[in-house]
């Protein structure tokens, strides 16, 4: 299986950037696809963006098309979330996940998670 950690997270002022790292170790020689979701206490879990096995397929929520970006370095076994122009309502723990299979926007599709990293985005 292949194990997750998340780093990146902080405080940033509404209409600034942050860039989250997805870290992966363990079963990592096989093809694996990676989402990112975000998450709030007593909200339910929120589809950011997948990326596929080699990155050739994205995949975004509608309330982040167009400020955020996905990418991955398979190299170091990192994937990447840049987000841009973020908003107050966007403060929360941030979660990387990932699939041996085919990826997809539901967080039951992904097997493997991370601990999360969290961010704050101040008005």
């Known amino acids: 299986q292949v194990q997750l950690a998340e780093s990146g997270g902080g405080v940033v002022q509404a209409g600034g950037s942050l860039r989250l790292s997805c870290t992966a170790s363990?079963?990592?020689?096989?093809?694996?696809?990676v989402g990112w979701f975000r998450q709030t206490p007593g909200k339910e879990r929120e589809f950011v963006a997948a990326?596929?096995?080699?990155?050739?397929?994205?995949h975004y929520g509608n309330a982040v098309t167009g400020r955020f970006a996905i990418s991955r370095d398979n190299a170091k076994n990192i994937v990447f979330l840049n987000m841009h122009d973020l908003k107050p309502e966007e403060t929360a723990g941030y979660y990387c996940?990932?699939?041996?299979?085919?990826?997809?926007?539901?967080?039951?599709?992904?097997?493997?998670w991370g601990l999360g990293t969290q961010g704050t985005v101040s008005s």
């Open positions: 996940a990932a699939d041996y299979g085919q990826y997809g926007i539901l967080p039951e599709l992904f097997d493997f």
């Open positions: 363990g079963r990592t020689s096989s093809a694996y696809s």
């Open positions: 990326i596929n096995w080699n990155g050739d397929s994205t």
